[in-house]
């Protein structure tokens, strides 16, 4: 499969970050508020969340609520990465409709363009149900790995924290 590598001119920035061990992901620069390390020290655990809920974070004077992104989508707690040790977890907070949510990921690597039409949609069959639900699709690298295009609104919408 070829690379959905675009240009300025003709694609869309993403950030690109780890969701898990291996797992790489993308979300659209257009819904990202801000982009921070976390130190996980400063997180208040709530009680009766869920599971992927780490806690409440103040940021600059705001309450965020963090999500440890690759926990929601099926892999290991982030706080078992050698990330969290060396105290570099980094912090992805979404803003979309003037709603926002931190996602945790172990670490962030660039903002790349991608071409939005090279997004795949068909995603039975690659992903479980679980983690369909987060996405708009996947796009392919030059290396023939698998890149989740996340969904924003899915991952802010999402029953899991509807409660909280």
């Known amino acids: 499969m070829e690379s959905a590598l675009a240009t300025p ?8 970050f780890s969701v898990g061990l291996a797992e790489q992901a993308l979300l659209s620069v257009d819904h990202i508020q801000d ?6 020290g400063e997180i208040l655990p709530m ?5 992927a809920v780490m806690g409440l974070y103040n940021r600059r004077g705001s309450i965020l609520w963090l999500v440890d992104l690759g926990y929601l989508l099926g892999s290991p707690p982030v706080a078992t990465h050698s990330a969290t040790t060396s105290g570099s977890l980094m912090t992805i907070t979404l803003d979309v409709d003037q709603q926002g949510l931190g996602l945790v990921v172990p670490q962030v690597q660039d903002i ?5 039409q090279a997004i795949q ?10 983690v369909a639900q987060f996405l708009q699709g996947y796009l392919v690298d030059a290396d023939a790995s698998i890149l989740m295009v996340l969904d924003p609104l899915a991952l802010l919408q999402s029953n899991q924290w ?3």
């Open 9 to 16: 001119a003709t694609g869309t920035r993403f950030l690109r």
């Open 35 to 40: 982009v921070f390390p976390l130190v996980i």
């Open 47 to 51: 009680p009766e969340v869920a599971t």
């Open 112 to 116: 790349e363009w991608q071409d939005p």
């Open 121 to 130: 949609s068909e995603l039975r069959g690659v992903f479980t149900p679980e």
């Open 162 to 164: 509807q409660s909280i």
